[in-house]
T-cell receptor
Framework: DAGVIQSPRHEVTEMGQEVTLRCKPISGHNSLFWYRQTMMRGLELLIYFNNNVPIDDSGMPEDRFSAKMPNASFSTLKIQPSEPRDSAVYFC????????????????FGPGTRLLVL | KQEVTQIPAALSVPEGENLVLNCSFTDSAIYNLQWFRQDPGKGLTSLLLIQSSQREQSSGRLNASLDKSSGRSTLYIAASQPGDSATYLCAVPLTTSGTYKYIFGTGTRLKVLA
């Protein structure tokens, strides 16, 4: 298996521009997670999906952030408009959990997208 | 509110040393605790997962212990090697109204010197 695939790996954009990050989870995994990692705040969960349905989006910082999972093999995280404080590494992870309430299963992380907003 | 703390924040040791990384959490009602490794510029890799009913979990030179009552976990690395250099994070799930999310510690940045 190729693991969790994220694109792009690096993104540099100007303030105010729309940014779309993409994730392909491991085939057969039912849960997908978007995280943000910064030096100041560490690793934070933004949103997670189970069976393509958003379960908990309480970590999404504000309305500028949105996430979708149109099918089991693809998810996007969109920032519009982007701001310099959004600069961070964004990770996608997936787990085989079938119910979204099985926290004993490990998560498999993608390599991340390093975002820089100028 | 669950808070996860890791001490030390950074550690530099000579090759061959045995070392201990610490993780503390404030709410002892956890389902499990996971230790992850993060290499520079890479994602996280799960090392060990300890269920709440377990006290220890091992894999190769790694041994993780869990003491729920005191809110602590340790990751023991035996005979450290330069290839062990990475950031190590612990995480516990936070359950709210049937959903869950992992709360991560800030990590311990380990450097093993050849």
């Amino acid at each position: 298996d190729a693991g969790v695939i994220q694109s792009p790996r690096h993104e540099v954009t100007e303030m105010g521009q729309e940014v779309t990050l993409r994730c392909k989870p491991i085939s057969g995994h039912n849960s997908l997670f978007w995280y943000r990692q910064t030096m100041m705040r560490g690793l934070e969960l933004l949103i997670y999906f189970n069976n393509n349905v958003p379960i908990d989006d309480s970590g999404m910082p504000e309305d500028r952030f949105s996430a979708k999972m149109p099918n089991a093999s693809f998810s996007t995280l969109k920032i519009q408009p982007s701001e310099p404080r959004d600069s961070a590494v964004y990770f996608c992870a997936s787990s085989p959990s079938g119910t979204g309430a099985t926290p004993w299963e490990t998560q498999y992380f993608g390599p991340g997208t390093r975002l820089l907003v100028l | 509110k669950q808070e996860v703390t890791q001490i030390p924040a950074a550690l530099s040791v000579p090759e061959g040393e045995n070392l201990v990384l610490n993780c503390s959490f404030t709410d002892s009602a956890i389902y499990n605790l996971q230790w992850f490794r993060q290499d520079p510029g890479k994602g996280l890799t799960s090392l060990l997962l300890i269920q709440s009913s377990q006290r220890e979990q091992s894999s190769g030179r790694l041994n993780a212990s869990l003491d729920k009552s005191s809110g602590r976990s340790t990751l023991y690395i035996a005979a450290s090697q330069p290839g062990d250099s990475a950031t190590y994070l612990c995480a516990v799930p936070l359950t709210t109204s049937g959903t869950y999310k992992y709360i991560f510690g800030t990590g311990t940045r380990l450097k093993v010197l050849a």
